[in-house]
């Protein structure tokens, strides 16, 4: 490698000569289990505690599954982690549906993203096009059923009055769990350690 003090890294985690495909999966699937979020409101509340979560909160977790947005953000990270296509629409720049920025992808289906820490991930959907959360909800709300899509969200998603409002407030309870937020002060490429989100 490029970077010596990566090498030694790797070498002191796996063993001489690791440095390789399978074991940097490892290491990055390692840090990633680092980034996931716990004991958020929805995980207390999921475990017992009736208080973990607020009144719309509740009411929005029950017009999420109502409204059938848990048949693909099911499971604990909130995804099915299957293929699914929306015929998101397209960003500025781009020709078509989302689906054209990347056409090999099983005709244009993209895996389901888990929702955990969704407050703080934005832009949404595969390529970015959404800026908000509640341009998402609206985009479900709105989806072109003359255009073909995923049959599970084939029909009408008729948000009723004030629900979706209770869905956004819903995401906060999967995004205010604890997890490591350190930033390094240096990192051996020496390039500058970013983060803070």
Not at 36 to 52: E, I, K, N, T
Not at 153 to 179: K, N, P, R, Y
């Amino acid at each position: 490698m490029a970077i010596p003090a990566y090498t030694t890294l790797f070498e002191a985690a796996f063993g001489a000569e690791s440095v390789n495909a399978t074991n940097l999966a490892k290491a990055l699937a390692a840090f990633e289990r680092t980034l996931v979020p716990r004991d958020s409101s929805f995980d207390r509340y999921m475990a017992g505690d009736d208080d973990a979560m607020t009144t719309s909160q509740i009411r929005g977790l029950h017009g999420f599954i109502s409204q059938g947005c848990s048949g693909c953000h099911s499971g604990p990270m909130l995804s099915d982690y299957k293929l699914h296509n929306l015929k998101v629409p397209a960003r500025i720049g781009e020709t078509g549906y989302g689906e054209s920025v990347f056409p090999e992808a099983e005709g244009g289906a993209f895996r389901t993203p888990s929702l955990r820490m969704v407050t703080r991930t934005a832009p949404y959907m595969h390529n970015g096009v959404f800026e908000t959360l509640s341009e998402t909800v609206d985009f479900y709300h709105n989806i072109d059923h003359h255009i073909k899509v995923d049959p599970l969200v084939e029909g009408d998603v008729e948000v009723a009055h004030g629900q979706g409002d209770d869905i956004l407030v819903f995401f906060e309870a999967l995004s205010d769990g604890t997890f490591d937020r350190t930033i390094p002060e240096r990192v051996p490429s020496g390039l500058p350690p970013a983060g803070g989100r």
